[in-house]
């Protein structure tokens, strides 16, 4: 599974992804069986001369050829306009890429993620800061697919408000980790341990052992029914759960952050999720983040910039040339 990194300060854009593409097969029981691996597989896409960045991961195709190829084709025939927003461009892009993906295969192929970023036209003063957008189709498909902002927000008739900093997808647990200080399937988790689940077999989550207990405690009250213990449990994990555990502070960029800083700590970033993946001791299977890092940058009235190739990971070599 691929690693999928941005980061955005008021005049720049930086995005780093891995190339390893994983085959895997699914069986009758659903579980995965390794195939093989393809390294250095195209993932970052310069688009409309330079202008715009695009990286992805999950399927490798929506039915002709690669996503690479598919992101060339659609900004051949329509590129970014001169006066049109990267939110209007992604816009147009999202109602192609399902559209063909529908033609062809009848389906949208499930999981897909694209992150689009770009400067849309200049204003007569100053710059306005790059702006990131992110087409998803789950394996939900009950989730809506519609482009949706990142690191910042639109509000009808007034300005855009914009955060900065860094936005992952793919294998986040290792990023995760380091950006915002846990597992991101903690709260799940900890939802499931507080609350229970909806299986009809499943053990009753602590609240309502909890609420449970009270009930055969106190003789003099009105006794609880099962269902009433259940919404009351659920009632408390959400409160629990929204009582900011897991939600990093929004740090302020530093105003000493710079390009350079961008592209090293996407980077290190990348290379968490690849030790994680790749060099744990309880890892099983197949590696599945690694090959060559791709990363580019972009900057206002300039074409984006794609650098020489990343290789992740770490080789012990002797004085001789050897290994130890």
């Known amino acids: 599974m691929t690693i999928d990194i941005a980061f955005k300060t008021p005049d720049a854009l930086v995005f780093a992804t891995d190339g390893l593409a994983t085959v895997m097969e699914v069986d009758a029981r659903g579980q995965e069986r390794f195939l093989s691996n393809m390294a250095n597989v195209e993932k970052l896409v310069p688009l409309s001369g330079g202008r715009l960045l695009a990286m992805f991961n999950g399927v490798g195709s929506i039915g002709s050829g690669t996503v690479a190829t598919s992101l060339r084709a659609f900004d051949d025939r329509a590129p970014l306009g001169e006066s049109e927003s990267v939110g209007d461009y992604a816009r147009r892009l999202h109602a192609s890429l399902e559209a063909q993906a529908l033609s062809r295969l009848g389906a949208l192929p499930r999981p897909f993620h694209l992150i689009l970023g770009g400067f849309s036209?200049?204003?007569?003063?100053?710059?306005d800061p790059p702006t990131l957008w992110s087409i998803q189709w789950s394996v939900d498909p009950s989730l809506p697919t519609t482009p949706t902002p990142i690191l910042h927000t639109e509000e009808e008739g007034g300005a855009a408000r914009h955060r900065f900093?860094?936005?992952?997808?793919?294998?986040?647990?290792a990023v995760a980790r380091f950006v915002e200080g846990f597992d991101p399937a903690l709260p799940e988790r900890l939802a499931v341990l507080?609350?229970?689940?909806?299986?009809?077999?499943?053990?009753?989550?602590?609240?309502?052992?909890?609420?449970?207990?009270?009930?055969?405690?106190?003789?003099?009250?009105?006794?609880?029914?099962?269902?009433?213990?259940?919404?009351?449990?659920?009632?408390?994990?959400?409160?629990?759960?929204?009582?900011?555990?897991?939600?990093?502070?929004?740090?302020?960029?530093?105003?000493?952050?710079?390009?350079?800083?961008?592209v090293d700590y996407c980077v290190f970033l990348a290379q968490c999720a690849y030790a994680r993946e790749n060099l744990s001791p309880t890892r099983r299977g197949a590696p599945r983040v690694g090959s060559t890092l791709q990363v580019a940058y972009l900057v206002p009235s300039r074409p984006a910039h794609v650098l020489a190739g990343i290789r992740l990971g770490v080789r012990l070599q002797g004085i001789d040339g050897g290994l130890p």
């Not at 036209?121 to 710059?127: A, C, L, T």
């Not at 052992?209 to 003099?220: F, G, H, Y």
């Not at 213990?229 to 952050?257: K, N």
Request: charged residues 20%; proline residues 6%.
């Open 194 to 262: 507080l609350a229970g689940t909806d299986a009809e077999d499943g053990p009753p989550g602590l609240l309502e052992q909890l609420a449970q207990e009270a009930r055969r405690l106190e003789s003099l009250a009105e006794p609880l029914s099962n269902a009433a213990a259940r919404g009351l449990a659920r009632r408390y994990a959400r409160r629990v759960l929204r009582a900011g555990f897991f939600s990093a502070a929004q740090e302020p960029l530093s105003e000493h952050f710079s390009l350079q800083a961008a």
């Open 165 to 173: 900093g860094v936005h992952y997808a793919g294998v986040t647990e």
């Open 121 to 127: 036209q200049q204003p007569e003063h100053g710059v």
